[in-house]
């Protein structure tokens, strides 16, 4: 092959190289799930509902707290901690939310621990699908078996929405029992 034909096939392949490069790069790049709450690393200003009495005949009665959480990655953001600080007129909770990546699973955990007690509850394990996490497990709530869910939905760039429920048959219904809007600050 002569020198001509060398640079003009050098100069092919290069061109080929280049556009099946900007190709690949032009396709969305299928996740693991492992970045699905970067969105929410800083600091958000959160308004929360609880419900007083959850799974109970007695009338709802929803408490009203205000103050911030601050979202901290950890482990090359395969895990996080979300640091919670509300009070309202019923006094103040202060808690971490613990969430931890499984590759193997392709799943989140997340534990929250309240500093009152300083107990960590069992966590709930799943993960986000069209832009909504979805979070289930087992937990007890005076002494009889429940199960929970926790949703997650993200509501622009700047505002995002967590509900809480319970359900003590099995998973057939759910009460909620915590609401809390965050709003970047």
Do not use: C
């Not at 061109?15 to 299928?30: D, I, N, R, Y």
């Not at 009152?116 to 289930?136: K, N, S």
């Amino acid at each position: 092959m002569t020198l001509p034909h060398k640079r003009i096939l050098i100069a092919v392949l290069s061109f080929l190289m280049v556009a099946a490069t900007a190709a690949s790069a032009a396709e969305p790049q299928a996740t693991d799930g492992q970045r699905d709450f970067d969105w929410e690393i800083g600091n958000w200003r959160t308004s929360v509902r609880v419900l007083a009495e959850p799974l109970s005949e007695s009338a709802d009665e929803w408490l009203q707290f205000t103050g911030t959480s601050l979202v901290r990655p950890l482990m090359d953001r395969r895990a996080n901690v979300v640091e919670l600080k509300i009070a309202g007129d019923s006094g103040r909770i202060e808690g971490m939310n613990l969430r931890l990546f499984e590759p193997q699973a392709n799943r989140w955990s997340l534990s929250f621990v309240s500093l009152r007690d300083g107990l960590l509850t069992p966590a709930v394990f799943g993960g986000f699908r069209d832009g909504a996490g979805e979070f289930y497990g087992d937990d007890q709530l005076g002494g009889r078996p429940i199960k929970v869910r926790f949703l997650v939905f993200r509501q622009g760039q700047d505002r995002a929405r967590f509900e809480q429920a319970f359900s003590g048959d099995g998973g057939t219904t759910w009460e909620t029992n915590w609401i809390a809007v965050d709003r970047r600050i």
